[in-house]
């Protein structure tokens, strides 16, 4: 008999036709978010399912999920799913690392550039009708260029900002647990730094560490209290790394000059502190929101779980170092 998938929201049709060649599918073909109750009953006859990060792989999930082989996520990022319970009943994990680099590299940067040339306040500006005249310092911004870009996480999309920053001249260092390979580091005229020395000589801290009990609140008051009056803080990495309160308090009193944000601790809520701040761009967490890549990754995900349920090894699993 054919496996059974469980599709949990809506994804690009490659998938589904990735899928029907080996499985039975059960596709939850709409944007509703399931939650762990909904989707532990769902999973109960499922041999894999295929989540996107909204879905809570919790634990107690997989507990209800007894067939279960694979679990396949439309994302680099997993902390949404509890890999260490998965592997522990031989449950094989797989994501979509690489496909999306460049997308959230290049978001990245966007996100830089419009927070520090204030673009959104500019956009809106001239929507509202105010727009008079030009003015020798009407809407001035911070320079980029020539600037200093902290990348907390050098991986593969840390790596991909840092190519953009040379473009822009930017010195680039970097906070790791490891050394990059020296021909990376060399390439991309990286330097590695503690973080607390990072945040103090860098223009713009950008994280790009993967969210894990070790990541959580890494940017809390102590770090944004670290960094220039004049820095700016940006994040396409996951909202729990940074102490969202915090940022709210340094913001309001000035400890650095803003923050260009694409996630959120309690996704889709913003706190409200962040909405009422002009110095702060705010994006819906749209990092790889790029309809080749998306598709991409949803084609990638629906191939490593139909391999697994054929006995073949997937591209892309996750092998998590500790
Ligand atoms: P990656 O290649 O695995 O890079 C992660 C980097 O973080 C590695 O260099 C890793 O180095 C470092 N790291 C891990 N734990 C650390 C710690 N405690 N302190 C300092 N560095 C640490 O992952 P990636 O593909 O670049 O993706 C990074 C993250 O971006 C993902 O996990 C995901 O959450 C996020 N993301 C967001 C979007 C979006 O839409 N906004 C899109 C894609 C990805 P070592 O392991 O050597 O320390």
Redesign the pocket.
Known sequence: MKPRVLVTRHVYPAAIAILQEHCIVDYQDTYEVMDEARLGKRLQHADGVVCQ?TDPLTAAVLQQAPKLKVVSQI?????NIDVAAAHARGIVVTHT??V??E??AD??FALLLATARRLPSAERFLRSGEWRRWDVDLLCGSDVHGRTLGL?????????VAKRALGFGMRVL?????D?PADVADALQATRLP?DALLRESDFVS??????D??RH?IGVEQLCRMKRSAFLIN???GPVVDEAALVAALEEGLIAGAGL??FEQEPQVHAGLLALPNVVLLP?????VTSVRSLMCALAASDCAAVLSGEAPKHPLVV?R
Do not use: K, M, W
Not at 174 to 178: I, Q
Not at 207 to 212: D, E, I
């Open positions: 990060l994302a680099v990022g997993h902390d690392p690489g999306l680099t997308a959230t978001l990245t907390c996480g050098f991986g593969r999309i840390g790596q991909a970097y906070s790791a647990r490891s990059a973080l994280l790009h560490v993967p969210l894990r070790e990541t890494l396409t990495a996951r694409d996630v967490h749209v990092g790889s929101a170092r």
